[in-house]
């Protein structure tokens, strides 16, 4: 510690107790930091146990590597679309993003399913929400607090039906394999009405959606998504690496069970004016 | 080390801890008010009676009623920023504001709605409450 005081411009007398007190208290800090970052490595896991509450830690609003705030001089790897993704692109109008407007059409806002991949991309982010994934043999199921919904992967081997079977639903169908420790979900069969994320990114109902999932350790959970989808993206488009984080604590909580209530949701949006009521 | 320095290096190897925790809270990354509201304003304070507590997704929000200039009476709003839980968090209940309470309230003003303010410093029969975000 002295010679750390030593090290910074605490040479004055005056001025020493002073340091002493600030290096001390980012000493704790750092402490703070190391202790955590240094607990994952020290436990075990099963690189194929993927159940838990999970909370994102980067910033997963949107699917590609838009911030959020639109305001900081983004580098956004923009999506490859193609005319037709471009149009239907341009008539969504967000709340959020670099596009966001108080004029807007977010299905979000008209209590419609959030659908996937939107879901993932959504607020599976304390306080308000988390993500629980239930894992058994033959199926794996994911809850998202925020809209209380919920989808499954099976497990068991099937194939997805083929393109012209699957009628298309919120949620989609979905199997999952493992490659490897990654667990691979692939999904077909999507209603397009959702958007991808809240900055209005679109999809149509040609949409495959493959998900990778890596536990990179006992607290972390990585996930790639990669849409292809040949009406709106000219090639197919991957998300960046989204990291959740095991949150133990959440187990032992209720659930908030954050439903979409229309006689809720509609005043709000009246009362804030953004144009997302449209009445049937 | 003085007894008083002591308490003072523990106090803020603590707060320095609880922020070390703190700057990753992802409450921080949710989103701001700046496309409803001029984030850059005030309004207020302006007190008015409750007429009603939405504590509900995604945003809570007290409505109230205040006397203009000429004793007429005008409807407004003010919207919270944190959702339900995160008040909840912070001791807020679904009662924290009722019906007849008088409220004085400040906070950037809606962008186009008329009598509609971010809920920045609320206080209700005198009483401040805390913010969960």
Known sequence: MERLLRSMACRSVVVRKACFVVTAAFAAAIFADVTEMAAPAQQSFDPRDVAGHWVRTTPIVSFGNVPSGGRDNPTVQEAPFTPEGRKRYDANKPGYGPRRSTQRNDPLGRCEPLGLPRQLNAEIVEPHSTWQIVQTPGRIVQFFEYRHDWREIWMDGRALPASKDAEPKWNGYSVGRWDGNTLVVESIGFDDRSWIDKFGYPHSDEMRLEERYRRVDAETLELVMTITDPVVYAKPWSSDTKRMKLNREKTKRWDEQIYCVPSEEFPFQRLIQSGNVVEP | ?133
């Open chain 2, 1 to 133: 080390m003085s007894a008083a320095l002591k308490s003072t290096v523990f106090g803020l190897a603590l707060a320095a801890a609880v922020l070390a925790t703190e700057r990753r809270s992802p409450v921080l990354a949710h989103h701001g008010g700046g496309v409803e509201y001029f984030m850059d304003q005030t309004r207020g304070p302006v007190t008015g009676v409750v007429t009603g507590f939405a504590f509900t997704f995604p945003h809570p929000y007290i409505e109230f009623d205040v006397k203009d200039g000429t004793g007429n009476i005008q409807k407004w709003s003010a919207v919270f920023q944190p959702t339900p839980t995160a008040l909840r968090e912070a001791g807020w209940t679904r009662d924290s504001v009722k019906k007849g309470d008088t409220l004085v309230v400040s906070g950037p003003p809606h962008k186009t709605a008329q009598n509609v303010l971010f809920a920045r410093r609320v206080e209700i029969n005198g009483k401040l409450l805390p913010q969960g975000d």
